[in-house]
């Protein structure tokens, strides 16, 4: 679904109307990634493929022209797409090897071809980038995530928006030397963004407006911290605002106010986060040019700040300095909350659990195996031919047309002289697990990011209720090697250091023990 500006056909429904109200994409389905830039749109669908469409003046939607396509075109040369990050004029894409393409304008070194001038219609591997877990697009430059936590940087540097301590421009990314143990990143026209492991934000770039967050308007080469945030989950760059999620549900934001953007009942632009007005419970939020999105934990989406052009989605074009819902979209969540994945770490054998009452019936499925092999019925049993690295999806369809989608990575490995073969099976309740596997509604998920690690990674934990929680490493034999949490834990989202860097390369377990509830994944060190 799509709505706002559509001056170039980037709301893809076959033609140049703004829209104030959610409308389809055209001919789209399967979908496991989605990003809006300034004057273009794409999509990322289970098979790998990327879909593009909008302005296409310099070649930005990647299909070997530089006309404008109102309906999705496919990208040319690209197979197993996994992310996807478009900004003004160019884009950026990561492949399941997770090396980085870029396409369209290069006319400050965006693309990371170790050149610059002029554009490309085509995707080219940017240069000497590899590990690489989140891309970020901005105006005219682009940050990216290795999965060593460490952040790169290319393009234009003019408001030393790169965060390397100048402002000369780079044509090949170069590292952001003072930036460890970043979980996220985000760009807007001019500023960056990071989030780090222990919930605090950075950011570096331009200022006129306070987007930095650090009490200034004073532009910054290098990394600053936003003053007063702690426990952040997530952030995200508008063009010259920020935005951050805290782990107890609350939206807070900064930078450029005048329509309402920041979404705190006031037009007045704040260098320090204020907090948006009214809503607690958000699960995910969106940073646009001139407005916000949230999604909250019940599925309901509200927008806020600038809608000349029908982007708040609310049926009006009157902008908004507070959160207004977005009605008539489909529930976002119901399908995520359905899901649970459970491990049994000795048979090697993953359970892939959802609850089949959900949304109108009758639904249809459809899942992408990350081996080139996808089935399309309720409950698939799917067996890998050898161990190695892969991304799995669900999409879920029901008779009114409301869709959902989840996609997680696994690294799937064999444990030493064993011969069996990974297998992962998908079950309709919990009580199919074996008992000794089932799962308590206290931990909803838990991961371990970057995995495979090197040096440090990150343990994130969402609770649903106070709880007492019990983290501990083990080794493959299941030796206890660290205990790395035994404490009263509050309801929410939350992250903890998992220091690997003396660790000798190999696999290991990590548990994670609440009550009744033990779960255990594995952890691949690779220092």
Not at 112 to 134: D, F, K, R, Y
Not at 305 to 334: A, D, F, R
Not at 373 to 397: E, K, M, Q, R
Not at 416 to 430: A, F, G, K, T
Request: aromatic share 10%; proline share 3%.
């Amino acid at each position: 679904m799509a709505w706002g500006r559509n001056q170039y056909g980037q709301l893809g429904n076959g033609t140049t109307t703004d829209t104030n109200l959610p409308a389809p994409v055209s001919s789209l389905s399967h979908l496991i990634a989605v990003s809006a830039g300034v004057w273009s749109s794409f999509a990322v669908d289970s098979s790998g493929t990327a879909w593009g469409w909008g302005s296409n003046s310099l070649g930005h939607l990647g299909n070997g022209t530089n006309t404008d396509s109102y309906i999705p075109v496919q990208v040319n040369y690209l197979a197993d797409v996994v992310k996807i990050s478009t900004g003004e004029w160019h884009t950026l894409a990561i492949l399941s090897d997770s090396t980085v393409w870029a396409w369209g304008n290069n006319g400050d070194g965006e693309l990371g071809i170790g050149s610059v001038g002029g554009s490309s219609w085509n995707p080219l591997e940017v240069n000497n980038l590899t590990g690489i877990i989140a891309v970020a697009a901005g105006k005219y430059h682009s940050i990216v995530l290795k999965s060593d936590s460490t952040v790169w940087a290319f393009g234009d540097n003019m408001y030393g928006q790169l965060g390397i301590g100048n402002t000369g421009d780079k044509d090949e990314p170069v590292m952001i030397n003072s930036l460890t143990g970043i979980i996220s990143i985000s760009v807007g026209v001019n500023h960056s963004l990071a989030l780090r492991y222990d919930g605090t934000v950075y950011a570096w770039g331009q200022n006129i407006y306070g987007e930095l967050g650090n009490g200034t308007n004073t532009d910054s080469d290098v990394p600053v911290q936003v003053n007063f945030l702690t426990n952040c989950v997530a952030i995200s760059a508008g063009a010259v605002h920020s935005v951050a999620l805290r782990n107890d549900g609350t939206a807070w934001s900064w930078g450029w106010n005048l329509d309402g953007t920041l979404g705190n009942g006031g037009n007045t632009d704040s260098n320090v986060p204020v907090q948006v007005s009214f809503l607690t419970n958000i699960d995910t939020i969106i940073a646009g040019g001139g407005h916000s999105l949230s999604v909250n934990s019940d599925g309901s989406v509200w927008s806020w700040g600038y809608n000349g052009h029908g982007q708040l989605g609310n049926g009006s074009v009157i902008s908004s300095n507070v959160p207004v819902e977005i009605t008539g979209l489909c529930p976002v969540v119901p399908c995520h909350s359905a899901f649970t994945l459970v491990a049994d770490t000795v048979s090697l054998h993953h359970y892939w659990v959802f609850n089949e009452a959900i949304g109108s019936q009758p639904l249809s499925y459809y899942w992408s195996w990350g081996d080139g092999t996808f089935d399309s019925i309720a409950y698939p049993s799917h067996t890998y031919a050898d161990s190695g690295f892969y991304t799995i999806c669900l999409s879920i369809y029901d008779s009114t047309g409301c869709s959902d989608s989840i996609c997680m990575d696994y690294t799937l490995l064999k444990l030493v002289n064993e011969n069996s073969i990974v297998q992962v099976d998908v079950v309709d309740s919990i009580a199919s697990i074996p008992t000794e596997l089932q799962k308590t509604d206290v931990l909803q998920s838990w991961s371990i990011y970057p995995n495979p690690a090197s040096g440090n990674s990150f343990v994130s934990y969402t609770l649903l209720a106070p709880a007492t929680l019990t983290i501990t490493l083990f080794d493959i034999l299941g030796n206890e090697l660290q205990q790395l949490m035994n404490a009263n834990a509050v309801a929410g989202k939350h992250s903890i250091a998992l220091d690997l860097s003396n660790r000798p390369n190999g696999v290991y377990l990590l548990q994670i023990h609440s009550g009744d509830q033990i779960e255990t994944k594995k952890v691949i060190v690779m220092n």
